[in-house]
């Protein structure tokens, strides 16, 4: 089975661990399909309110399977349609939160990047080496890395395929949380964990302004911003904070 799929029902998170040891769990089309077909599950779960994605305590990802897919033509390798298998994670609407340990390279720190937090060890090591392969990042890594840590440091890595190791990657605004190896995973759960007792609609509603307000123009995104706001006026979880609130007492959202 190469996606571990384990569930904290009391919590109401989920976790997917990549599991191809013997490939440094290397992102196969297998691999692929399954993570696309938990998250779309996961999506629809109302049950589920924050999904963490993790790999071993070594390896997080090293990248795409090189051997499957090293003699293909363009032509075969956009029919394998990997694009759209990515599509899935990047239109997740809950939060997404990425536990890394060892080596995120390639397409695993591709992967990582589609979260909205980043949990890293103090050893987790990020590359995008492709261009030591002739070619270059294909599930967004030319533009969410820009997007982390701006167009100096990200062509830096895409340019020359370093590896950064997590304390520089902290200093660049790259990670979210850096702890000790040995924490990454209880943090990550407890990090899950808050986020998924909170109110499910407003987390989606930020988490949408922030990587769709990006791409619009100032002015649109505050508009854009000022609806979302409205429109959460007319939800439970708005009542229930602001009751919380002037009571003095923790909220209770549903």
């Known amino acids: 089975m190469t996606l571990l799929v384990e569930d904290f029902p009391h919590r109401r998170i989920l976790r997917l661990r990549l599991n191809r040891p013997d490939a440094r769990n290397a992102l196969s089309l297998e691999l692929r399909l ?23 305590e070594k390896v997080f990802a090293a990248g795409a399977d090189i051997k499957a897919i ?56 990020f590359g995008l080496p492709e261009v030591k392969l002739g070619i270059m990042p294909g599930a967004g890594g030319t533009q969410r890395l820009v997007r982390a840590i701006g167009k100096y440091r990200a062509m830096r890595m895409l340019m020359t395929g370093e590896f950064i190791k997590a304390p520089l990657a902290n200093e660049w605004g790259m990670i979210s949380h850096l702890v000790d190896d040995t924490e990454v995973e209880e943090f990550a759960v407890d990090l899950a964990s808050t986020l ?10 930020i988490k949408e302004m922030v990587l769709n307000g990006a791409d619009l123009p100032l002015s649109a995104g505050l508009a854009l911003e000022r609806k979302s706001l409205y429109v959460l006026f007319d939800t439970a979880d708005q009542k229930e904070g602001m009751r919380a609130f002037t009571e003095a007492r923790k909220a209770e959202f549903g």
């Open 34 to 56: 399954a993570l696309a077909e938990r998250f779309a599950a996961a999506d629809r779960d109302e049950n589920i309110k924050a999904v963490i994605i993790a790999g071993s």
């Open 196 to 205: 998924a007792a909170g109110p499910a609609l407003a987390l989606e509603y």
């Open 70 to 125: 090293m003699n293909l033509r363009p032509t075969e390798v956009e029919k394998l349609g990997f694009h759209r298998l990515w599509q899935g994670i990047a239109d997740f609407r809950k939060p997404l939160i990425a536990a890394v340990r060892g080596f995120a390279l390639g397409g695993g720190c591709e992967l990582a990047l589609h979260a909205d937090m980043i949990v890293a060890g103090r050893s987790a090591t």
